[in-house]
Every structure is written in structure tokens, then in C-alpha cells.
């Protein structure tokens, strides 16, 4: 890890052409910054929040598709009428949803900057 790439790094400065101990450099500096990308990864995947912010981002583009997908429908003049809600109730709906995750953001964003 970390000492084992100082330790050639002290070697490097002693004898800065040697092929084989610049080769043992890289390697322990290699190793380190794969360590460091797993656990900045680790850190980001098990913050506070992450899973639920993963989870509607899933469901936002999910619903992003089906809206496609009607739009697209409805340019064939092959959309299939809604029995369950209206327009006005599908409207509603969205700016409830919208209104609910502007009350949350604030939340995610101070949940995100604290420690786990």
C-alpha cells in the first residue's frame, strides 16, 4: 500500500534510473489509487440517501420512458384513453410529486455532507 510506495519512492530519489525499482513504484502506486477509487466508491454507495436517490432516479426514468412512449402514441393517434384519471387529476398528481421532492431536496443535500 501506501508505505510500501514510499519506501520506493525513497529508493527512486537514491537512484532515480534504476528500471526496477521505478517498476516497483508503479506498482505500489497503482495498488494504492485502485485502493482509494474502492473506497471513495464504498463511501459514495453507502452515503446516506444513496440507495433511496438511486431508486427514484430509477422510477424518474422509467416514468420518462413511458411518457415517451405515450407521447409517441399520441402522435399515431393511437393512444388508448385513461379510465382512472382525468388530465386536471394527472396534473394534480405531478405538481403533488413535484412539490414532494422540492420539500425533500434540502434534506438529501445536508444528509449527503454528513459522516455516515
Do not use: W
Not at 485502485?34 to 422510477?59: F, H, M, T, W
Not at 405538481?95 to 420539500?103: N, W
Amino acid at each position: 500500500g501506501a508505505c510500501h510506495m514510499l519506501q520506493a519512492a525513497k529508493q527512486l530519489a537514491v537512484n532515480p534510473r534504476d528500471p526496477a525499482t521505478y517498476q516497483l513504484y508503479s506498482g505500489h502506486s497503482k495498488s494504492l489509487s485502485d485502493s482509494i477509487k474502492r473506497l471513495v466508491s464504498s463511501i459514495k454507495d453507502s452515503a446516506p440517501g444513496q440507495k433511496e436517490c438511486d431508486s427514484g432516479i430509477g422510477n424518474l426514468n422509467r416514468t420518462i420512458r413511458e411518457l415517451d412512449q405515450a407521447s409517441l402514441e399520441a402522435m399515431r393517434q393511437n393512444l388508448a384513453p385513461r379510465e382512472h384519471n382525468t388530465l386536471k387529476g394527472f396534473q394534480e398528481q405531478m405538481i403533488t410529486s413535484a412539490r414532494e421532492i422540492l420539500d425533500r431536496v434540502e434534506d438529501i443535500r445536508q444528509a449527503a455532507k454528513q459522516e455516515p
